[in-house]
Nanobody
Framework: VQLQASGGGLVQAGGSLRLSCAAS????????MAWFRQAPGKEREFVAA????????YYPDSMKGRFTISRDSAKNTVYLQMNSLKPEDTAVYYC??????????????????WGQGTLVTVSS
């Protein structure tokens, strides 16, 4: 599956952005979809994941409450709604796909396809 991430940009602290990850080649119902991010000089960080059916979401404690992952089956697209953004949310955000019956982990293991990344910059 090919993934195309979009929606990044410059936003002030406290603002919101919605990232999109459009897939082509395969239906996303066969995958667990996730968002990761990587800030300059830092390790890649797991942000959220969603399993298509039944719809199940996964968040690290640090992301709960401000970030919401969702999917649109008709558009074969996954979204990441980010609210109350902080300067420390500045990073390149990547979407990724893991086969639904495979083993995957929050360090990125098991994800077989990655989007190109979209830059989110939060100004203070």
């Amino acid at each position: 599956v090919q993934l195309q991430a979009s929606g990044g940009g410059l936003v002030q602290a406290g603002g919101s952005l919605r990232l999109s990850c459009a897939a082509s080649g395969r239906t996303l119902s066969n995958y667990v979809m996730a968002w990761f991010r990587q800030a300059p000089g830092k390790e890649r960080e797991f942000v959220a994941a969603i399993r298509w059916s039944p719809s199940t979401t996964y968040y690290p404690d640090s992301m709960k409450g401000r970030f919401t992952i969702s999917r649109d089956s008709a558009k074969n697209t996954v979204y990441l709604q980010m609210n109350s953004l902080k300067p420390e949310d500045t990073a390149v955000y990547y979407c990724a796909a893991a086969y639904v019956y495979s083993t995957w982990s929050i360090d990125g293991h098991g994800f077989v396809s990655w989007g190109q990344g979209t830059l989110v910059t939060v100004s203070s």
